[in-house]
Every structure is written in structure tokens, then in C-alpha cells.
């Protein structure tokens, strides 16, 4: 069974930074896209960054350019998506996902065929 965990979510202030991490279980993801995804209240999900099996990596929003660094660790079958100077509107729960048939990155979430559970991050000014 494949799972993607999420971790290190949480609140912060304005200006903070936090460390997500999705762990991989059940399948090697070392030659996959994978991706960071968010969901606001109210909101669409948003691409936040994906991460190729190269380690090419591209970003969403401008907002997030800059701030938001994705990167990954095939010994360990995990994606990371450090970020940085947070703001409110970075308030979301973020998704990790992964794609068994794609290999560069990508924006398009219905590439990404397995998905993690969210973990919450708010970001307080």
C-alpha cells in the first residue's frame, strides 16, 4: 500500500519559516514527480512547487518564488518544501503528491496519482 505522509505543519508568525516533509512508503518514488499543492478555506487547490526525478524543480505563484524551496531525498524517499518568510495569505493546508507516470515536474494535479492527508499550516500576524 503507497502512502504519503505530511509532517511539520503548524502555526507561525509572519516572517517565520517551516519545513514540510512528505514521506513515501510502499513504493519508490525516486524516478516520479513529485509536488506541493495547497488548499486555503474557500479556495482551489493551488500549486505550490513540484520537484522532477533530476531534481529540476519549478515553482507556482510568484509569491511563493523566492520563499518556498522544494527539494528531495531519494535515499530516503522524501520531498521536502522549506519555506520562508511567511505570510497570512500562505495559510493552507498543503498536500504532498507524487506521480507514478510522470517524471518532470508539473503543475497539473491530475497528473499526481497519489496523494497525502494535508497538514495545516497557519501563518499569524
Known amino acids: 500500500q503507497v502512502q504519503l505522509v505530511e509532517s511539520g505543519g503548524g502555526l507561525v508568525q509572519v516572517g517565520g519559516s517551516l519545513r514540510l516533509s512528505c514521506a513515501a512508503s510502499?513504493?519508490?518514488?525516486?524516478?516520479?514527480?513529485m509536488a506541493w499543492f495547497r488548499q486555503a478555506p474557500g479556495k482551489e487547490r493551488e500549486y505550490v512547487a513540484a520537484i522532477g526525478w533530476s531534481g529540476g524543480s519549478t515553482y507556482g505563484s510568484s509569491s511563493v518564488k523566492g520563499r518556498f524551496t522544494i527539494s528531495r531525498d531519494n535515499a530516503k524517499n522524501t520531498v521536502y518544501l522549506q519555506m520562508d518568510s511567511l505570510k497570512p495569505e500562505d495559510t493552507a493546508v498543503y498536500y504532498c503528491?507524487?506521480?507514478?507516470?510522470?517524471?518532470?515536474?508539473?503543475?497539473?494535479?491530475?497528473?499526481?496519482?497519489?496523494w497525502g492527508q494535508g497538514t495545516q499550516v497557519t501563518v499569524s500576524s
Open positions: 503528491a507524487a506521480s507514478s507516470y510522470y517524471r518532470s515536474t508539473d503543475y497539473y494535479a491530475p497528473r499526481y496519482n497519489y
Open positions: 510502499g513504493r519508490t518514488f525516486s524516478s516520479s514527480a
